[in-house]
């Protein structure tokens, strides 16, 4: 490369994220992107319900409006649960929770029971009253074991791990006061299911960023190899990638992307292959027509003349110069993959259940828009268009920075 080359390629480099930091409506969407990503990562580490997939239910909670308080009753499981370290908690939808949450009004305790009057639905129609041993709430009690009274105001029964244990009634009273006894507000209300809204919406940011991510890439490696081949070999290699994005693109993207997910089966993972095989065709076209140019410039015919190989031009040489294409590309790409998984989740071909997707989550309560609780269908359409806004804001915003005139008369310049 020449040493004009070398300098505009440096001021290319050094003067693109000056140029992004100036664009404030990329910045904001940057920041969306990245508080979505830091959402997504952490997972159920910071939802209020970090059972998997956000999937506790209670359908007395049925539709609750934002901001609901509810007294519930935490009752120990009888039954082993299996503990995961961080990154299981992280990456594999969360935890099962080690209490049953009982929605109760009111409670009392009468000797070694503890009676609940179960919440309703609504605070003014009066619940079943239940009874609980105060043991069996507070722990988890052996499948096979018995509580037992001493006659004395003690328990006595045997855990699941086997060991005996001897508590004063008095004590497991007080216990379950403080530790089982809580107020649960859900600050964006219930789902039709009785589930934590908030919890929902934060789970599917995992699902949209996940299909936007892995898609994204598959597009880009598939994209950037067909197009790179085409643009630098030319002739018959050119005419057979051209007649393929051709027949690819002939055929609408949504219809493309059924046909795939019914071929390969309904699921989390068909989904990333099915979109990331329908989106590599505008990348393999802009790769293409970059490598159609450059392939004629002087340092390439410079590295013919030193004997390199042809996958050394391409890789090495002509590729890093299209990169910047490519990445805008992404960008919008990205935003496609969110609608297309929303949109597939919506026809019921896309995540299943239990999996929290915004497209399903809109499925499941477009009915409630004509009654009061519209919100339930509405937040996650608003965090769809959100997201894809905040992808085309960053792809606008990259597509400024790395314009090459510009940059190139800036430094002409001095600026």
């Given at each position: 490369?020449?040493?004009?080359?070398?300098?505009?390629?440096?001021?290319?480099?050094?003067?693109?994220?000056?140029?992004?930091?100036?664009?404030?409506?990329?910045?904001?969407?940057?920041?969306?992107?990245?508080?979505?990503?830091?959402?997504?990562?952490?997972?159920?580490?910071?939802?209020?319900?970090s059972t998997p997939m956000a999937n506790e239910m209670?359908?007395?909670?049925?539709?609750?409006?934002?901001?609901?308080?509810?007294?519930?009753?935490?009752?120990?499981?009888?039954?082993?649960?299996?503990?995961?370290?961080?990154?299981?908690?992280?990456?594999?939808?969360?935890?099962?929770?080690?209490?049953?949450?009982?929605?109760?009004?009111?409670?009392?305790?009468?000797?070694?029971?503890?009676?609940?009057?179960?919440?309703?639905?609504?605070?003014?129609?009066?619940?079943?009253?239940?009874?609980?041993?105060?043991?069996?709430?507070?722990?988890?009690?052996?499948?096979?074991?018995?509580?037992?009274?001493?006659?004395?105001?003690?328990?006595?029964?045997?855990?699941?791990?086997?060991?005996?244990?001897?508590?004063?009634?008095?004590?497991?009273?007080?216990?379950?006061?403080?530790?089982?006894?809580?107020?649960?507000?859900?600050?964006?209300?219930?789902?039709?299911?009785?589930?934590?809204?908030?919890?929902?919406?934060?789970?599917?940011?995992?699902?949209?960023?996940?299909?936007?991510?892995?898609?994204?890439?598959?597009?880009?490696?598939?994209?950037?190899?067909?197009?790179?081949?085409?643009?630098?070999?030319?002739?018959?290699?050119?005419?057979?990638?051209?007649?393929?994005?051709?027949?690819?693109?002939?055929?609408?993207?949504?219809?493309?992307?059924?046909?795939?997910?019914?071929?390969?089966?309904?699921?989390?993972?068909?989904?990333?292959?099915?979109?990331?095989?329908?989106?590599?065709?505008?990348?393999?076209?802009?790769?293409?027509?970059?490598?159609?140019?450059?392939?004629?410039?002087?340092?390439?015919?410079?590295?013919?003349?030193?004997?390199?190989?042809?996958?050394?031009?391409?890789?090495?040489?002509?590729?890093?110069?299209?990169?910047?294409?490519?990445?805008?590309?992404?960008?919008?790409?990205?935003?496609?993959?969110?609608?297309?998984?929303?949109?597939?989740?919506?026809?019921?071909?896309?995540?299943?259940?239990?999996?929290?997707?915004?497209?399903?989550?809109?499925?499941?309560?477009?009915?409630?828009?004509?009654?009061?609780?519209?919100?339930?269908?509405?937040?996650?359409?608003?965090?769809?268009?959100?997201?894809?806004?905040?992808?085309?804001?960053?792809?606008?915003?990259?597509?400024?920075?790395?314009?090459?005139?510009?940059?190139?008369?800036?430094?002409?310049?001095?600026?």
């Amino acid at each position: 490369m020449t040493e004009n080359s070398k300098k505009f390629s440096r001021a290319l480099s050094s003067q693109t994220w000056p140029r992004f930091k100036k664009n404030k409506l990329a910045m904001g969407g940057l920041a969306v992107i990245l508080i979505a990503s830091f959402v997504a990562t952490l997972g159920s580490l910071i939802r209020p319900d970090s059972t998997p997939m956000a999937n506790e239910m209670s359908l007395q909670l049925t539709a609750k409006p934002p901001g609901f308080k509810v007294q519930m009753l935490k009752i120990k499981n009888n039954q082993h649960v299996e503990r995961q370290n961080v990154f299981a908690k992280m990456f594999f939808g969360g935890e099962d929770n080690e209490y049953k949450n009982t929605p109760i009004r009111g409670y009392r305790f009468s000797g070694e029971n503890i009676i609940v009057q179960e919440y309703a639905g609504t605070t003014n129609t009066a619940g079943v009253e239940k009874s609980y041993n105060v043991a069996d709430v507070a722990y988890s009690l052996s499948l096979f074991g018995t509580v037992a009274n001493d006659g004395k105001g003690n328990l006595i029964f045997d855990l699941q791990t086997n060991e005996k244990i001897v508590r004063p009634v008095a004590d497991l009273q007080q216990e379950i006061v403080a530790n089982n006894i809580i107020t649960k507000k859900f600050l964006l209300g219930t789902d039709r299911f009785g589930r934590d809204m908030l919890s929902r919406l934060m789970a599917g940011s995992l699902i949209s960023m996940s299909v936007g991510f892995i898609s994204v890439f598959i597009s880009i490696i598939i994209g950037v190899l067909f197009g790179a081949l085409a643009g630098y070999f030319r002739g018959r290699v050119d005419d057979i990638v051209i007649w393929l994005i051709n027949v690819v693109w002939s055929i609408p993207t949504l219809l493309l992307v059924i046909a795939i997910t019914l071929a390969l089966g309904k699921g989390f993972w068909q989904i990333f292959i099915a979109v990331g095989l329908t989106m590599w065709v505008e990348v393999a076209r802009v790769v293409r027509g970059q490598f159609l140019s450059l392939r004629e410039k002087e340092f390439v015919e410079a590295g013919k003349a030193l004997g390199f190989s042809n996958l050394r031009i391409i890789f090495k040489h002509i590729l890093p110069n299209v990169m910047g294409p490519v990445i805008v590309i992404s960008a919008s790409n990205f935003a496609n993959a969110i609608l297309i998984e929303a949109g597939l989740s919506f026809l019921g071909i896309g995540s299943q259940p239990p999996m929290s997707s915004w497209g399903s989550m809109i499925k499941d309560h477009y009915g409630y828009i004509i009654v009061d609780a519209a919100y339930l269908a509405i937040l996650p359409g608003l965090a769809i268009m959100v997201m894809v806004l905040a992808f085309v804001l960053v792809g606008n915003g990259l597509r400024d920075a790395l314009d090459s005139k510009a940059i190139e008369e800036d430094h002409v310049f001095g600026y």
